[in-house]
Protein backbone atom coordinates (compact mmCIF):
# COMPACT_ATOMS: atom_id res chain seq x y z
CA UNK A 1 0.00 0.00 0.00
CA UNK A 2 1.55 3.42 -1.44
CA UNK A 3 -0.25 5.43 1.44
CA UNK A 4 1.56 4.54 4.80
CA UNK A 5 4.40 5.55 6.11
CA UNK A 6 7.78 3.12 5.63
CA UNK A 7 9.82 2.54 8.35
CA UNK A 8 12.91 3.32 6.82
CA UNK A 9 11.29 6.77 6.38
CA UNK A 10 10.02 7.00 10.01
CA UNK A 11 13.95 5.70 10.86
CA UNK A 12 15.48 8.48 8.53
CA UNK A 13 13.29 11.19 10.15
CA UNK A 14 14.10 10.36 13.74
CA UNK A 15 17.77 10.06 12.96
CA UNK A 16 17.71 13.38 11.22
CA UNK A 17 16.46 14.70 14.00
CA UNK A 18 18.06 13.52 16.81
CA UNK A 19 21.32 14.34 14.91
CA UNK A 20 19.98 18.04 14.57
CA UNK A 21 18.85 18.31 18.29
CA UNK A 22 21.70 16.47 19.56
CA UNK A 23 24.12 19.55 18.60
CA UNK A 24 22.41 21.58 21.50
CA UNK A 25 22.75 19.49 23.79
CA UNK A 26 21.38 21.73 26.67
CA UNK A 27 17.74 22.23 25.02
CA UNK A 28 16.27 18.37 25.62
CA UNK A 29 13.41 17.77 23.30
CA UNK A 30 11.18 14.97 22.31
CA UNK A 31 10.10 13.94 19.22
CA UNK A 32 7.10 11.75 17.64
CA UNK A 33 5.74 10.29 14.58
CA UNK A 34 3.01 8.79 14.02
CA UNK A 35 0.80 7.28 11.48
CA UNK A 36 -2.24 8.55 9.73
CA UNK A 37 -4.69 7.50 12.18
CA UNK A 38 -2.25 8.76 14.86
CA UNK A 39 -0.77 5.46 16.25
CA UNK A 40 2.77 6.03 17.91
CA UNK A 41 5.26 5.23 14.96
CA UNK A 42 8.33 6.33 16.51
CA UNK A 43 9.16 8.59 19.34
CA UNK A 44 12.56 9.50 21.30
CA UNK A 45 13.26 11.80 24.09
CA UNK A 46 16.84 13.36 25.50
CA UNK A 47 17.63 13.37 28.73
CA UNK A 48 16.07 15.66 31.57
CA UNK A 49 13.35 16.70 29.36
CA UNK A 50 10.00 17.67 31.27
CA UNK A 51 6.80 14.98 31.07
CA UNK A 52 4.77 18.10 29.76
CA UNK A 53 7.15 18.39 26.47
CA UNK A 54 7.40 15.07 26.52
CA UNK A 55 3.63 13.60 25.83
CA UNK A 56 3.35 17.41 23.77
CA UNK A 57 5.62 16.08 21.35
CA UNK A 58 3.24 13.02 20.44
CA UNK A 59 0.13 15.34 20.92
CA UNK A 60 1.36 17.81 18.25
CA UNK A 61 2.22 14.98 15.70
CA UNK A 62 -1.10 13.56 16.30
CA UNK A 63 -2.72 17.05 15.91
CA UNK A 64 -1.45 17.48 12.59
CA UNK A 65 -2.12 13.21 11.20
CA UNK A 66 -5.46 13.60 12.23
CA UNK A 67 -6.31 16.69 11.46
CA UNK A 68 -4.61 16.96 8.29
CA UNK A 69 -3.03 20.41 9.23
CA UNK A 70 0.47 21.78 10.53
CA UNK A 71 -0.80 22.02 14.52
CA UNK A 72 0.04 25.73 14.38
CA UNK A 73 -2.07 26.20 11.27
CA UNK A 74 -4.91 24.06 12.93
CA UNK A 75 -4.50 26.36 16.07
CA UNK A 76 -5.17 29.38 13.67
CA UNK A 77 -8.07 27.94 11.65
CA UNK A 78 -9.79 27.07 15.15
CA UNK A 79 -9.07 30.92 16.67
CA UNK A 80 -10.40 32.35 13.28
CA UNK A 81 -13.29 30.45 13.68
CA UNK A 82 -13.79 31.54 17.76
CA UNK A 83 -13.40 28.28 19.03
CA UNK A 84 -10.98 26.40 21.05
CA UNK A 85 -9.09 23.04 21.58
CA UNK A 86 -11.95 21.78 24.08
CA UNK A 87 -14.54 22.22 21.11
CA UNK A 88 -13.43 19.31 19.51
CA UNK A 89 -14.09 16.95 22.33
CA UNK A 90 -10.03 15.03 22.14
CA UNK A 91 -7.99 15.65 24.56
CA UNK A 92 -5.16 14.63 22.20
CA UNK A 93 -5.52 17.44 20.33
CA UNK A 94 -3.68 20.48 20.95
CA UNK A 95 -3.06 24.06 19.70
CA UNK A 96 0.98 24.10 20.09
CA UNK A 97 2.90 24.80 17.14
CA UNK A 98 5.41 21.89 16.35
CA UNK A 99 3.60 19.55 14.48
CA UNK A 100 3.62 19.01 10.89
CA UNK A 101 1.21 16.93 8.36
CA UNK A 102 3.37 14.12 6.66
CA UNK A 103 1.85 14.15 3.05
CA UNK A 104 2.31 12.93 -0.25
CA UNK A 105 0.49 13.24 -3.50
CA UNK A 106 -2.35 14.53 -1.40
CA UNK A 107 -2.80 11.66 1.04
CA UNK A 108 -2.21 11.97 4.47
CA UNK A 109 0.57 10.00 6.04
CA UNK A 110 1.04 10.74 9.44
CA UNK A 111 2.42 13.76 11.58
CA UNK A 112 5.64 14.49 13.35
CA UNK A 113 5.76 16.46 16.43
CA UNK A 114 8.63 18.12 18.43
CA UNK A 115 8.30 19.81 21.73
CA UNK A 116 10.78 20.93 24.33
CA UNK A 117 12.31 23.86 22.74
CA UNK A 118 11.50 27.45 24.13
CA UNK A 119 9.42 28.16 21.40
CA UNK A 120 6.82 26.29 19.01
CA UNK A 121 8.77 27.50 15.82
CA UNK A 122 12.30 26.16 16.96
CA UNK A 123 10.03 22.65 17.85
CA UNK A 124 8.83 23.11 13.64
CA UNK A 125 11.84 23.75 12.85
CA UNK A 126 13.42 20.10 13.87
CA UNK A 127 9.49 18.75 13.01
CA UNK A 128 10.93 19.90 9.60
CA UNK A 129 14.32 18.39 9.67
CA UNK A 130 12.27 14.86 9.79
CA UNK A 131 9.52 15.42 7.03
CA UNK A 132 12.54 16.70 4.88
CA UNK A 133 14.84 13.52 5.37
CA UNK A 134 11.60 11.26 4.72
CA UNK A 135 12.41 12.36 0.80
CA UNK A 136 8.69 12.39 -0.24
Do not use: C, W
Not at 34 to 62: C, P, T
Request: net charge negative; charged share 20%; proline share 3%.
Amino acid sequence: MASELKMEQVQAAMKAMMEKAMETPGEPVAMAIVDAAGNLEAYAKMDNLRIFSRRHAQRKAYTSAIMGLDSGAHAERLQSQGRGIADLGDPMVTHGTGGLVIMKDGVILGGIGVGGYPSGQADEDLSRVGLNAMNL
